[in-house]
């Protein structure tokens, strides 16, 4: 089967695995919306001509931190820290496996096109701004979340929060 436009196979695996395919709703606030890049490493991903990402990056690793710091109750950032990595690495391997399973392909997440909203839960937490397919191979799967999201995010978490590079490894 052919990745739909919608990457409607997900919905009834449940939020966790479901991807968005369109903008929030106007009602939403939009303030917290970026594109996933923004919680990298600045220069991790060269802006492409047909890909516009605004010029103030938003702090999306910084706010995911500090409400997940809240809920926990703990003054350690590290810990939060680690949580959020963790958190989204599984949002992003959950909806990749799925893909991979249903479809037999995979949505190019391009962290220029896959947006964040740290502040929401699943699965309005991540939404892609168009769906392009990639094969669905162990190859591309492991490229795709380890090298293009996982890697730059452990690099943004251990440079900014001191979270050993082995536990975001394993978290990974």
């Not at 890049?37 to 990402?53: K, L, M, Q, R």
């Not at 103030?56 to 810990?79: F, H, M, N, S, Y």
């Not at 502040?119 to 190859?139: I, M, Q, T």
Request: proline share 9%.
């Amino acid at each position: 089967m052919d990745l739909d436009p919608g990457l409607s196979a997900l919905r009834p695996l449940g939020g966790f695995s479901v991807l968005r395919v369109s903008r929030p709703a106007p009602s939403r606030r939009t303030a917290t919306l970026a594109p996933l890049v923004h919680a990298y490493p600045p220069g991790y991903a060269d802006t492409a001509v047909d890909v516009h990402v605004p010029v103030q990056r938003p702090d999306l690793l910084g706010l995911r931190v500090r409400k997940i710091a809240a809920a926990l109750g703990t003054p350690e950032t590290r810990v939060a820290a680690s949580v959020a990595q963790q958190g989204l690495a599984a949002r992003l391997w959950s909806v990749t496996l799925a893909c991979a399973a249903l479809y037999g392909q995979v949505p190019d997440l391009d962290p220029r096109l896959l947006h964040w909203d740290p502040d929401a839960s699943a699965p309005d937490d991540l939404w892609l701004a168009e769906v392009h397919a990639l094969p669905g191979d162990a190859g591309t799967v492991a490229d795709l979340v380890l090298a293009t999201h996982l890697a730059p995010l452990a690099e943004a978490v251990h440079a900014r929060y001191g979270v050993a590079a082995g536990l975001l490894r394993g978290n990974a």
